[in-house]
């Protein structure tokens, strides 16, 4: 699994994103953490993209699923976007906080929370405490430091040292800005932003909370073609998201990271039918 989840050394498959999409601004809402544009007409569903990605990641599902408004976040400091209040200090928790803002001040009721890899985890922060109904979470398990195979608090330790090698050394900035500018979709990411978000996902871990999720719980997760590995992911997905005894699981291969990508037709059949339960 390390080979496409490193989330610790910033993998290619974890930063894939296609960029910013289009889309009316959301109305009356400013946030220095987050951006928003409104697509579609319909049901509300916010689209939550992962590490360094932007709303384009979920094109395929914008333009192929309809009958939805959606409503697709976008972290700034990532593909494109100034860092503003995210260039400095924690990441995951505020922009969390800043998505429920801007829930409430649309008025939405309600909607579904949909969110790839670190977009999962923060789809189910908001579910826990109240914001949105049902969730997706895509290829992303509730503990962030388990996507590489350690614990909160060991990972959380390295990735704290990590994120002071990448922005407080000559090096480590070096270093993170080579991986932005190679892989796919990390285009125009802050590699500080990166950093952060690292950091704080390493220390997150959702599992003893999942319990408390108020509403279905969908977790859609990538197998390759090798039997034996997917054997394995299967059973660490299974046993992650076992304390919510309503969470239904989906194996959806052979595909990386980006299943949206990787399967657009069984993906956005999957969502559908997620949306429609």
């Known amino acids: 699994m390390i080979d496409r989840?490193?989330?610790?050394?910033?993998?290619?498959?974890?930063?894939?994103?296609?960029?910013?999409?289009?889309?009316a601004a959301a109305a009356a809402f400013a946030s220095r953490r987050i951006a928003?544009?409104?697509?579609g007409s319909g049901r509300d569903v916010l689209l939550i993209p992962g590490l360094a990605s932007g709303p384009g990641i979920w094109n395929g599902v914008v333009s192929g699923v309809a009958g939805y408004r959606w409503h697709l976040i976008h972290v700034r400091g990532f593909a494109g976007l100034a860092a503003e209040d995210n260039a400095?200090?924690?990441?995951?928790?505020p922009v969390a906080d800043e998505i429920a803002r801007y829930v409430r001040a649309q008025g939405l009721e309600r909607p579904a929370l949909v969110g790839h890899s670190m977009g999962g985890t923060?789809?189910?922060?908001?579910?826990?405490?109240?914001?949105?109904?049902?969730?997706?979470?895509?290829?992303?398990?509730?503990?962030?430091?388990?996507?590489?195979?350690?614990t909160?608090?060991?990972?959380?330790?390295?990735?704290?040292?990590?994120g002071q090698y990448f922005t407080g050394t000559k090096a480590g900035r070096a270093y993170l800005a080579q991986i932005v500018?190679?892989?796919?979709?990390?285009?125009?990411?802050?590699?500080?932003?990166?950093?952060?978000?690292?950091?704080?996902?390493?220390?997150?871990?959702?599992?003893?909370?999942?319990?408390?999720?108020?509403?279905?719980?969908?977790?859609?997760?990538?197998?390759?073609s090798d039997a034996a590995q997917a054997k394995?992911?299967?059973?660490?997905?299974?046993?992650?998201?076992?304390?919510?005894k309503d969470a239904r699981l989906v194996p959806m291969?052979?595909?990386?990271?980006?299943?949206?990508a990787d399967q657009p037709a069984r993906f956005q059949a999957a969502l559908r039918a997620f949306l429609m339960r």
């Open 5 to 23: 989840r490193t989330l610790l050394l910033g993998g290619g498959a974890l930063l894939a994103g296609l960029g910013a999409g289009g889309g």
């Open 152 to 162: 909160a608090g060991g990972m959380g330790y390295l990735a704290d040292q990590l």
């Open 232 to 244: 394995e992911i299967g059973a660490r997905f299974r046993a992650a998201y076992a304390p919510s």
């Open 253 to 260: 291969g052979p595909s990386g990271h980006v299943v949206m």
């Open 88 to 93: 400095s200090g924690a990441v995951v928790q």
């Open 36 to 39: 928003v544009t409104v697509r």
């Open 181 to 224: 500018a190679q892989a796919p979709g990390a285009k125009g990411s802050d590699p500080g932003v990166i950093a952060g978000a690292l950091r704080d996902l390493a220390n997150v871990d959702l599992g003893p909370q999942l319990a408390r999720l108020p509403g279905p719980l969908e977790v859609i997760y990538a197998v390759g």
């Open 122 to 150: 923060l789809a189910m922060m908001l579910a826990l405490k109240g914001i949105g109904g049902r969730v997706m979470v895509v290829d992303m398990l509730p503990a962030g430091a388990a996507m590489v195979g350690g």
